[in-house]
């Protein structure tokens, strides 16, 4: 599961738009708001796109943001 704030904190550090961020990934502002949210997943491609564009530099890094465990309480 993606950690939204930590991503979406990225995304504003970096001095992007949703929709930028959207556009460069090839999908809608709708669609993107649905895999910030957990809702729908990001396929390899788009958390590469995103890596490279939010600078997501070491697999470490890449699994904060988009590989977030749940644990059940």
Same mark, same amino acid.
């Given at each position: 599961?993606?950690?939204? /704030?930590?991503?979406?904190? $990225?995304i504003?550090?970096?001095?992007?738009?949703? @929709? %930028?961020? @959207?556009? #460069? !990934?090839?999908?809608?502002? #709708? @669609? %993107? $708001?649905?895999?910030? /949210?957990?809702? $729908?997943?990001?396929?390899?491609?788009?958390? &590469?796109? !995103?890596?490279? !564009?939010?600078?997501?530099d /070491?697999?470490?890094?890449? &699994?904060? %943001? %988009?590989?977030?465990? /749940?644990?059940a &309480?």
């Amino acid at each position: 599961m993606v950690n939204t /704030s930590k991503l979406e904190g $990225r995304i504003r550090e970096c001095g992007y738009t949703m @929709a %930028f961020v @959207a556009m #460069q !990934l090839g999908i809608s502002r #709708q @669609a %993107f $708001r649905l895999k910030r /949210s957990g809702k $729908r997943q990001f396929t390899g491609y788009e958390i &590469k796109v !995103l890596s490279d !564009l939010l600078h997501i530099d /070491s697999i470490e890094e890449m &699994k904060d %943001f %988009f590989f977030e465990l /749940s644990v059940a &309480k």
